[in-house]
């Protein structure tokens, strides 16, 4: 790997296997001279199509992808990273993660009422950071609580925490004693005063909360159509929320601008939510031929989350004190669930990737999409472009000129072996190099 990621300016080596020294990695935001960067790539998989090509040069400014040039190019005056004997691919994008995750070890019960906003506040800049130097460049958080989402997105905008862009749902909306409700299986007068501000019940209670997570500056309404795992109480299988209450989520969204995101466990609800208009069905766990159907004709996607639920059978199985025990039991009842994605990719459904993560682990959905039959270029277009067209951007999820320069290189061959995403030994994001030849950078995120 020693000569994987050198750094050259005007010809001469600034830095070596390593990467880059702390000096070089520049503070995010508009620099007072244009900076132009030259990224020399073996193999470019650009996002867009799903064969790669050979030796190209990625010219960058600033913060935005300029051109894309065959050969290796070195204008001058720029900035060389050399990445020719890697494989480089835009930043990746996690459809679905929870950044504002708290890690599921210990009692998960006591946890949920020893934690405060102001610890999950914390974990969740720790947590940002480890995503975006596992690769991930860009999230679409899918229920965060507190606020805490909202301003972990303010702090990343503004270069004060090391962080993916992230499109966000805020609290998510459901109904009482559904997925969303937190004091659900605890003792009726045991709350805590910030519970409850996803809860909903009624259609004008629905419009009225889309509306506030709206001001509140969120991105997408998520909702809660069917019950839940990790919650206590409820039914995965089972509808709670009524037609009326999912139709004034998504026409309040729609009149808002904003896509839905609908977490569907139940075949009802999945059904029910496509049909009603939202724009994914998170889980999908108990679909049918009927549902995938559905969701091809709407041109609905449909996120897997594979690994959360992986993770949760392993932990169901292995340690068990670590969940309440209705999810011991509802995790152990859905079992491996891989089965899901190998039907709804039979069907055509159009797919996003999710991992239900937020630790910096996300990657490792990837592996678990080849297992359920996907082709290893068909995973990373679900984590670029598919990804990319569920949030809506066209400003990410390629490399293609006028996109942001987020850019991430494995050393080997994803196409041959996914598990490569795992791996990711250099990551930009805006420009800026966070990760080169495998190792961490030191970015100085506000200039003093
Ligand atoms: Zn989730």
Redesign the pocket.
């Known amino acids: 790997m020693a000569s994987l990621f050198r750094t050259l300016a005007g010809g001469v080596a600034l830095a070596c296997a390593v990467g880059l020294s702390p000096s070089l990695a520049q503070a995010p935001g508009p620099s007072p001279t244009p900076k132009t960067t030259a990224i020399h790539a073996g193999r470019l998989i650009d996002g867009l199509s799903a064969r790669p090509q050979s030796q190209v040069t990625i010219l960058i400014t600033d913060d935005r992808i300029t051109a894309v040039e065959p050969g290796f190019v070195s204008p001058p005056g720029a900035e060389v990273i050399d990445l020719s004997s890697a494989t480089v691919l835009p930043g990746l994008i996690d459809g679905?993660t929870?950044v504002t995750s708290l890690r599921r070890t210990g009692n998960g019960i006591a946890k949920s009422v020893t934690y405060s906003p102001l610890d999950m506040a914390l974990a969740a800049t720790v947590n940002a950071e480890a995503i975006l130097r596992s690769g991930v460049t860009t999230v679409r958080d899918?229920?965060g609580n507190y606020g805490t989402d909202l301003a972990l997105k303010k702090a990343i905008e503004l270069g004060e925490v090391a962080g993916p862009r992230m499109w966000v749902a805020g609290e998510a909306i459901g109904p009482t004693g559904g997925h969303t409700d937190w004091s659900h299986g605890y003792a009726e007068d045991m709350s805590r005063r910030d519970w409850g501000a996803g809860l909903a019940d009624g259609a004008d209670a629905v419009t009225r909360l889309a509306r506030t997570q709206h001001k509140l500056g969120v991105n997408i309404i998520k909702i809660m159509p069917s019950g839940g795992v990790v919650s206590q109480g409820d039914d995965p299988k089972a509808q709670l929320m009524t037609e009326a209450e999912i139709r004034a989520a998504v026409d309040t969204a729609h009149a808002m601008g904003m896509k839905v995101a609908a977490?569907g466990h139940g075949k009802e609800a999945i059904d029910i939510a496509v049909r009603l208009g939202a724009s994914s069905i998170?889980h999908g766990t108990y679909a049918d031929d009927e549902s995938w159907r559905l969701m091809k004709t709407h041109g609905t996607y449909f996120v897997p989350?594979l690994l959360?639920t992986q993770r949760l059978y392993d932990l169901a199985t292995h340690a068990p004190q670590t969940l309440n025990p209705y999810t011991v039991r509802k995790v152990l009842e859905m079992g491996s669930s891989i089965g899901k994605l190998t039907r709804a990719h039979k069907a055509g459904v159009k797919i996003a990737f999710g991992s239900?993560t937020g630790l910096g682990e996300n990657l490792q959905e990837a592996a678990l999409m080849v297992e359920a039959g996907m082709t290893p270029a068909e995973v990373i277009l679900a984590a670029t472009a598919n990804a990319a067209d569920l949030i809506g951007s066209n400003e990410i999820g390629a490399v293609q000129a006028g996109r942001y320069a987020d850019i991430v290189a494995v050393a080997g061959d994803p196409l041959t072996d996914i598990t490569e995403l795992e791996r990711v030994q250099f990551v930009m994001k805006g420009g800026v190099v966070y990760k080169a030849g495998g190792e961490n950078l030191y970015v100085q995120m506000v200039n003093p």
Do not use: F, K, R
């Open positions: 679905h929870h899918l229920g977490h998170e989350t959360t239900d």
